[in-house]
């Protein structure tokens, strides 16, 4: 019953330096997405995906990049991590018609 | 574009009711939904209403929707300071798009 992972849970980063985070759901969901988190700005959507091997760009798509190579998996790049990246990112899953999303319990990513 | 707006913050004391209010723009609106955000935490799914109801309660939660004036609205009924939280309007269209808020940070004071 572990929903939505993601990992990992916070990491500082140089800038420059490139990481991937994981997000992995076990509830056979066809969507998932990328949102960012930053005070005063709400969540906005990086990428999401509404099915295995499609991506598509949502509202803050730059320094971003994303791949779903198995329907459990959704895997946010980094190349060149900078400070404005800084943010908790959440990753979230859904059924195609379904009744809400389940998000993630996020990542505390500090680029420095 | 599609939009969905509500208030950054709101005080209450322990044991009145908090009513926190959203407005959205969409026309083709589906489901409404509450998700609250407790620190540290990703969000959660509080309540949802279907976009042909007007009202829905669950326990202390009371969930208000004016469909022709695109009002929504969350009534916790004797805050608690285990409601202290964020909480998220979101509207989710026909395409199965959900749309959020910047989210109502909910303080209670003692």
């Known amino acids: 019953n572990a929903g939505v992972t993601q990992t990992p849970k916070f990491r500082v980063l140089k800038t420059g330096q490139s990481m991937t985070l994981l997000c992995a759901q076990d509830?056979?969901?066809?969507?998932m997405y990328w949102y960012r988190q930053d005070p005063g700005m709400g969540l906005r959507l990086i990428h999401y995906?509404?099915?295995?091997?499609?991506?598509a760009k949502g509202e803050v798509p730059d320094g971003y990049n994303v791949s779903r190579l198995k329907k459990q998996n959704f895997l946010l790049g980094l190349e060149s991590a900078a400070p404005s990246q800084t943010s908790v990112y959440f990753c979230?899953?859904?059924?195609?018609?379904?009744?809400?999303?389940?998000f993630g319990s996020g990542t505390r990513l500090t680029v420095v | 574009g599609e939009d969905v707006e509500q208030s950054l913050f709101l005080s209450v004391r322990e044991g009145d009711s908090s009513v926190i209010n959203c407005t959205y723009t969409?026309?083709?609106?589906?489901?409404l939904y509450w998700y609250k955000q407790e620190p540290g935490a990703g969000l959660q799914l509080l309540t949802y209403?279907?976009?042909?109801?007007d009202m829905k309660q669950d326990q202390r939660l009371t969930v208000l929707l004016n469909k022709k004036d695109k009002h929504l609205s969350l009534r916790i009924a004797d805050t608690q300071t285990g409601d202290s939280a964020i909480y998220f309007c979101?509207?989710?269209?026909?395409?199965?798009?959900?749309?959020f808020g910047k989210g109502t940070r909910l303080h209670i004071l003692p």
């Open positions: 979230a899953s859904s059924y195609a018609g379904g009744l809400g999303y389940t």
């Open positions: 509830m056979n969901h066809e969507y």
């Open positions: 995906s509404v099915g295995e091997g499609t991506t």
């Open positions: 969409d026309s083709s609106s589906t489901y």
């Open positions: 209403i279907f976009s042909n109801m």
């Open positions: 979101a509207d989710q269209n026909r395409d199965d798009k959900i749309i």
